[in-house]
């Protein structure tokens, strides 16, 4: 996105993301000019959530099934 930035100034900036540790990054979308966030949220229950997610990275570590799909809500839920 800042090479974007760079080459398109002007350009309207949007990211669309499943939230998973979105926290840690917001200091620099909102720095580079991002103007829009759209986070997906298929389903709050982890079990109706493991269904649609086949795995879930996580830094290097992948996980599948429950752990994947409690790992995706609570990772949106960080700060």
Not at 13 to 27: E, K, M, R
Not at 40 to 63: C, E, F, H, L, M
Request: charge should be positive; charged fraction near 25%.
């Amino acid at each position: 996105m800042r090479l974007i930035r760079e080459k398109f100034p002007h350009i309207l900036l949007c990211l669309s993301t499943n939230g998973l540790a979105i926290g840690g990054y917001l200091d620099e979308v909102a720095e580079i000019g991002v103007s829009h966030v759209t986070i997906t949220v298929n389903a709050v229950d982890p079990q109706n959530r493991q269904k649609i997610y086949g795995w879930v990275r996580d830094s290097k570590v992948i996980y599948r099934g429950l752990k994947g799909a409690e790992l995706l809500l609570d990772g949106r839920l960080q700060p």
